[in-house]
Structures are given as structure tokens and as C-alpha cells.
């Protein structure tokens, strides 16, 4: 299975601290008529870290019933223990999820060494009835999984990719060249897409995807093109906001833009705290510069 494209790693939409489904209907409606190649449910940026585990597998069914067929629901599965990853990914199988997502266990950082993170993915692929994507967020997790031990995963037979957060593009580069060509190596932000895509990424999983789906699917589709000054132009122009949606203020800025740009993101799960007026008015200059903010 090649996973390809811009896919959306989506905010959860909450309400009173509930999950608002109506919200969320809405929001896949607007994202399904994009060129979006699918989306990221319980990522980074779904917190989920916040949900319970019936609240997943209740997002992931209901995200699958409201998203076209032919777009790939992914779905974020890692959890601390090799035992969890396991029994909820097979929850997400069953929910219809098409690929799984797996963060790397982290809160016994020192003992996360090459040789265990790659028993823990390998088993969980030995047992994932669908494909799995390694995922390295080293900015949350405090672990960076290495470019030569995502290439020895890259011959597992269900393990299908990589979404790598770290902005290391040398790093990213390396796993490019060392994997099979039919091993999906992401770009984890959008503000590198565009030397990942040179490079030979597969695509992108990106936060900013939220918010401005088109001008990031515009990026990868012209760098796939060869129109590298078009793309170039693109890139830059989405880094201040990326930044914003991300580093400066995370999960709360980018639920803060995804209001502004039309759609509901409302206020993250507490402890977060929702992004402040300053951020706010940051945010809506940027979205603003790029046309598109529309309150």
C-alpha cells in the first residue's frame, strides 16, 4: 500500500470540553472538498493525549462514516506500552481506519534505546491488521527515532512510512535514500515541505493542512511538477503562519485559525489554555496576508 499526499493531522473539536460531532461533521465536509489526500485522526494536534480511549475509537468511526471513500483515514495509535499500540490499533481497524499512526513510547526516555523502539514497532506491525507509519515527534516526545534505524523498519512488510517531525532535513534525506521506493517518507510540518518533496518525500502531514489544505496540497503538487520557483514562493509564504500554528503557539493557535479560516476549532481540552487576544490577532494578520481569513 503507497500512502501519498497532504493529509490533515485534525484538531477535535470540543464543546463545554466534550466533543462536538456536529462540529466535527462540518469541518470533514469542508475538508473533504479539498484536494486533501485524507486525514490524521488522533495526532499531536487532536490531543490525543486528552482522549479516553472510547472517545478515539468513537472519533475514528464516526470521521470514517462522514469521509469520501476514497479518502484515507489514518489513525493515531501510539500509546507507552507495546501491549496498548497493539489492542488499539486493532480498535482502529475495526472503526475503519486505513493505516495506523504510531508515535514512539517516551516516558522512559532512557530506555528508549534504537534496539527497543525497533522491537516495539516491529511487533506492533507483526499484529496491526492494517499498515503502520512510524511517527517521530521528538519536540513532544524527547525521543528521535535515527534515519538508520527508520530504514532498518522500512523492510517490514506493514510498516508502510514515516511521518518525521524533527526538521531535521538531512535526517529526513537520509531515510529517503536508504528505504524501498515504496516506503512513504512525510513530511511532518509544512514548513519543510518543500525540500522533503525535492528530496523525494511522499507527501506531508501537516497541522497547517487545517487550515490552508489547498495551499499546501499547491506546494507538493508543484514540486511533484518541477515547478520549483512556484512552489519556492508558496513555501515561504506559509512559514510565518506554520510557525504561528505550531511552535508559538501550538494545538490552542492552531484551533485559534481554524475558526478564522471558516472552520470551528473552538477552545483545546483543559489543562491547554486557548490562545490569548495577542496570539489571536497574530494569527489573523497571517491568515489575512494569505487571503484567507473570512472572520
Known sequence: MLIKGIFAPIATPFVDGEISYDHLAKNIAKWSETG??????????????YLD?????????????????EKLLIAGTGQESTRATIRLTKKAAQAGAGA?????????????TPAALERFYSDVADESPIPVLIYNMPGNTGVNLTSSLVIRLSTHPNIAGVKDSSGNIVQISETIAGSPDDFSVFAGSASFLLPATVMGAKGGTLATANVVPDLCVKIFELA????????????????????????????????????????????????????????????????????????
Not at 480511549?53 to 471513500?69: I, L
Not at 499512526?101 to 530506555?111: E, G, H, I, M, R
Open 36 to 49: 486533501l489526500a485524507g486525514l490524521v485522526v488522533m495526532g499531536s494536534n487532536g490531543e490525543a493525549a
Open 224 to 295: 511533484l511538477e518541477g515547478k520549483i520557483e512556484e512552489a519556492r514562493e508558496s513555501q515561504r509564504s506559509i512559514l510565518r503562519l506554520n510557525t504561528l500554528v505550531t511552535a508559538k503557539y501550538g494545538v490552542a493557535g492552531l484551533k485559534a485559525a481554524l475558526d478564522m479560516a471558516g472552520y470551528f476549532g473552538g477552545d483545546p481540552r483543559k489543562p491547554m489554555l486557548p490562545a490569548s487576544d495577542e496570539a489571536r490577532a497574530e494569527i489573523r494578520q497571517e491568515l489575512e496576508k494569505l487571503g484567507r481569513a473570512v472572520r
Open 100 to 112: 495506523a499512526l504510531v508515535l514512539s513510547p517516551s516516558y522512559f526516555k532512557a530506555n528508549m
Open 53 to 69: 480511549e472510547d472517545e478515539k475509537v468513537e472519533m475514528w468511526a464516526f470521521a470514517r462514516k462522514h469521509m469520501p471513500s
